[in-house]
């Protein structure tokens, strides 16, 4: 069965970095988009960021872009998240999603989530 | 950016009443519109995608309709076990995507 699994997250001090790794299982991994959306205590869904199958398309949302870089290694069937400059508003649960690809390209259906990880930014 | 604005952010309901929840797009998404369950502590699932189509697995009381800027997802009879918070998420794939603010929903 399809199974997602998260980890690295804690507790990082504002400015510090972090790496995400998201292990995935299942399916053929090199076949799909992935995305990592996150959702803030109490608050609701935001989507961060996501990666093509190969790897050679990327897109950030504006709040992330230049401190995140999202990466995969299909070899190891492994997302990945490295956060750098982090500030207390990246505090969240950040998720990886499968998406599906379709003959138009990337489908952001995510129809399989993690259970995610928490990344707390504080002094 | 392109906006999503739903409505409403929360919603009380009777067993058995029909439900139904609006998402406004701030401009023309086709039909690129999701709508997802969350649970609390639990992870989001995915309901209806591209608007309309139902996911494999969810039961048919769940629907969704609309496209180009304005969608609706329905419950046509609630059961206890929807208590939830529902998102609908606009994708773009040079934009990125955006999700709605959510509803709460709770049994009445």
């Not at chain 2, 039909?31 to 209806?48: E, T």
Request: aromatic share 12%; net charge neutral; charged share 15%.
């Amino acid at each position: 069965q399809v199974q997602l699994v998260e980890s690295g997250g804690g507790l990082v001090k504002p400015g510090g970095s972090l790496r995400l790794s998201c292990a995935a299982s299942g399916f053929t991994f090199s076949d799909y988009y992935m995305s990592w959306i996150r959702q803030a205590p109490g608050k609701g869904l935001e989507w961060v960021s996501y990666i093509s199958s190969s790897g050679s398309t990327i897109y950030y949302a504006d709040s992330v872009k230049g401190r995140f870089t999202i990466s995969r290694d299909n070899a190891k069937n492994s997302l990945y998240l490295q956060m750098n400059s982090l500030r207390a508003e990246d505090t969240a649960v950040y998720y990886c999603a499968r998406d599906p690809v379709t003959p138009g390209g990337r489908s952001g259906s995510s129809d399989y989530w993690g259970q995610g990880t928490l990344v707390t930014v504080s002094s | 950016d392109i906006q999503m604005t739903q409505s409403p952010s929360s919603l009380s309901a009777s067993v058995g009443d029909r439900v139904t929840i609006t998402c406004q797009a701030s401009q023309d998404i086709s039909n690129y519109l999701n709508w997802y369950q969350q649970k609390p502590g639990k992870a989001p699932k995915l309901l209806i995608y591209d608007a309309s189509n139902l996911e494999t697995g969810v039961p048919s009381r769940f629907s969704g309709s609309g496209s180009g800027t304005d969608f609706t997802f329905t419950i046509s009879s609630l059961q206890p076990e929807d208590i939830a918070t529902y998102y609908c998420q606009q994708y773009d794939n040079l934009l990125g995507d955006t999700f709605g603010q959510g509803t709460k929903l709770e049994i009445k």
